[in-house]
T-cell receptor, first 115, second 113 residues
């Protein structure tokens, strides 16, 4: 079975603090894609990153970084020096690479950045 | 480039009625997926269309159906509405199926009374 778990339902941090959002997944597939999406209060999901299962290099994009560890089936997302505009719900998602199957989203983590 | 558009943005319907939601993907995108988002169940996949063919379907009853037209625009239909169908319905488009990142529309907020 495929499953994405985001154990942190809600997190609050003070502006400028670093925060890590956890994502743990389960899949029987050996090749797959992992995604992160952001849903700000406006409601529209915004694509942040896609990672292939065979590429375990960490990625940094500005204040955002992602740590993919296949050994622990985790794909964690860190925001450095958080800002109020980072307040949103963040979703982690999983999709098989070599077969036609649907994307599975985690339940999301609601992040509050307090001024 | 215009983003994904969904119409209507808000809708109020009565139990037993049916509803049709529309989604226009980004120009050049051939894949459209639909999702239902509720506070309790989170984001749940409904179906995916690629070049007018349904590629995948989520675990929803047959009351939920969809289609895609030759211009890639898509519609989803819910018949015999139930109170539990109240949700935000999101449409996402992508260049192709599978690996491509999806671009989401603003959603249609459906309230069933």
């Amino acid at each position: 079975a495929q499953k994405v778990t985001q154990a942190q339902t809600e997190i609050s941090v003070v502006e400028k603090e670093d925060v890590t959002l956890d994502c743990v997944y389960e899949t029987r597939d050996t090749t797959y894609y992992l995604f992160w999406y952001k849903q700000p209060p406006s409601g529209e999901l915004v694509f942040l990153i896609r990672r292939n299962s065979f590429d375990e290099q960490n990625e940094i994009s500005g204040r955002y970084s992602w740590n993919f560890q296949k050994s622990t089936s985790s794909f964690n997302f860190t925001i450095t020096a958080s800002q109020v505009v980072d307040s949103a719900v963040y979703f982690c998602a999983l999709r098989p690479m070599n077969r036609d199957d649907k994307i599975i989203f985690g339940k999301g983590t609601r992040l509050h950045i307090l001024p | 480039k215009a983003g994904v558009t969904q119409t209507p943005r808000y809708l109020i319907k009565t139990r037993g009625q049916q509803v049709t939601l529309s989604c226009s993907p980004i120009s050049g995108h051939r894949s459209v997926s639909w999702y239902q988002q509720t506070p309790g169940q989170g984001l749940q996949f409904l179906f995916e269309y690629f070049s007018e063919t349904q590629r995948n379907k989520g675990n929803f009853p047959g009351r939920f159906s969809g289609r895609q037209f030759s211009n890639s625009r898509s519609e989803m239909n819910v018949s015999t509405l139930e109170l539990g169908d109240s949700a935000l319905y999101l449409c996402a488009s992508s260049l192709g199926s599978g690996s491509y990142e999806q671009y989401f529309g603003p959603g249609t907020r459906l309230t069933v009374t």
